[in-house]
């Protein structure tokens, strides 16, 4: 009762070769030229179309807590499916006074186990700073998790925490093999930037990023690296968006330390003037770190092409516009940060990535799958192409141009961030442990459902990257 993929192109991250996938139950059983069909209860043609491995989205929030207000819930996880991730590894808010392992438990069980159309899952993330969460961090390897965030950021909410919390988080992570994840941009700095704006009734979307300009991303970025090198641990900046930001991370890794980055579609392909659109449009475009200039998307594209960030996620926080984003319709800072692409993601890097002939397909295959996959300690499993590793398989026909509208999107919200915008091709079918999740298209349901997958420790180190 296997599947055959035939006469696809394979591309894994380091290679591409024209081959068939023979699938057999959740795995891959076989990969080669001709293989044999028989006892096969399905072919899938893949004539013209590569094949790929299922995205690994290092990067969402599902039922994030912010501003006030929820962002869409694991309901929506079959725009993931449609955008070709078959894995997302989603960040678990935890509530006041409660430990960061329950809030994981929490979050698998009363949040994603029985609604995700796609395996996760999760980082733990800090927002509720207590001396038992330095006992916590390592002890999270026990329950399958690898990976923990904390913030630099969000001054006066529960998330910011101190340079002293960091460092100790990077002491007690580094032997128990979890890697630290830190959104690096400096919260006092943007507190005092935005109440001048406030004060100067400067309160339009556009000040989100006049409150928040790369040099308060690249300070923290610069401290984060800092913090973690006195610590000798590994350190992955998370969505990054200033170049000198970038370059920081760039220097850190030459100079031999294990510093790592991610950055987002959307830092290479939307720039600050999106903030500008009339009639509150721009509260759409509000995310943090802020949308750059276009030196900053260019270095960002760059800097994807040279592998300084390992991980391209998606950031994904589905707040709608109508309600959500209009809770700061008279002042930005109330605006709640955040936009929607776990849909887009694929798509958005393969048209102005490797269609628009900035960087190659096996590089695309690293940030969008491989590396994610590695960081999270889900490799070989998920993230690779490979005899024994899950038939997670996204068949990306390259054929044709369309443009991204929320019109048919998945997202459960009201807007496309990349409205307009030209597509290059299109997912044609994605396969989550053999069974088809999307066809033509088209979601088409996942009756197996989406499961909870548990990484292994120490991913960036085993795994050489
Ligand atoms: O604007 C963003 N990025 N919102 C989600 C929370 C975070 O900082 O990742
Ligand atoms: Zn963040
Ligand atoms: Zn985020």
Redo the contacts with the bound molecule.
Sequence with gaps: MGVLVRGGTVVTSSGEFRADVLVDGEKIKAIGDGLDAGGCSEVIDATGMYVLPGGVDN?T?FA?P?GGTYTCGFDTTPAAAVGGTTTIVD?APQPRGMGIRDAILKHVEESAEGKSAVDFSIHGMVMDVNDRLFEEIPKLVDIGIPTV?L?M??KGTP?MVDDATLLRALQVAKPAGVTVMV?AENGDLIDLLQKQCVAARQVEPKYHAVSRPPIVESEATYRALAIAALAGAPILL??VSAKEAMWAIRDAANRGEPAYGETCPHYMTLGIENLSRPDFEGAKY????ALRTKDHQDAMRAAVKNGWPQVVGS?H?GFNWAEQKHLGRDDFTKIP???PSVENRLAVLWTYGVAAGRISRQRFVDVISTAPAKFNGLFPAKGHIGVGSDADLVLYDPSGESVMTVKNSLQGVDYCAYEGMKQSGHIHAVLLRGKTIVKDGKFVGCPQGGRFVKGQPYGAAYTGL
């Design positions: 990067h929030h994030l912010f960040f965030k913030f950021a969000y998330y959104h998370v969505h509000v995310c943090s770190p950031d926080c940060n955040g936009a």
